[in-house]
Nanobody
């Protein structure tokens, strides 16, 4: 069972920055992809950014140019650097890990960390 632990959320003013971290309980080389999702009140959970084992990244249109996902393989940690934050970025942010074993996709989730951007 892969365990994910997020940290780094908090309250920030619009235009500010935050960096989220996701510590993984096992080698992230064993996982096919890592990502960050968010869920705002009354809305569905949405993909913010993801990175594959090979390093390919995907971003939601709403965060392109402002957010950067990265991974530190030695520390088994994935980061989400968020810049130029907007009030609409306010949400609970969840770390996600994907394993494909052998053809079945398994998703693992962290407990979430709150990000609040004030105007």
């Amino acid at each position: 069972q892969v365990q994910l632990m997020e940290s780094g959320g908090g309250l920030v003013q619009a235009g500010g920055s935050l960096r989220l971290s996701c510590a993984v309980s096992e080698s992230i080389f064993s996982l096919n992809a890592m990502g960050w999702y968010r869920q705002a009140p009354g809305k569905q959970r949405e993909l913010v950014a993801s990175v594959t084992t090979g390093g390919s990244t995907t971003y939601a249109d709403s965060v392109k140019g402002r957010f950067t996902i990265s991974r530190d393989n030695a520390k088994n940690t994935v980061y989400l650097q968020m810049r130029s934050l907007k009030p609409e970025d306010t949400a609970v942010y969840y770390c996600n890990a994907v394993a494909v074993v052998p053809i079945t996709r398994i998703d693992y989730w962290g407990q979430g960390t709150q990000v609040t951007v004030s105007s």
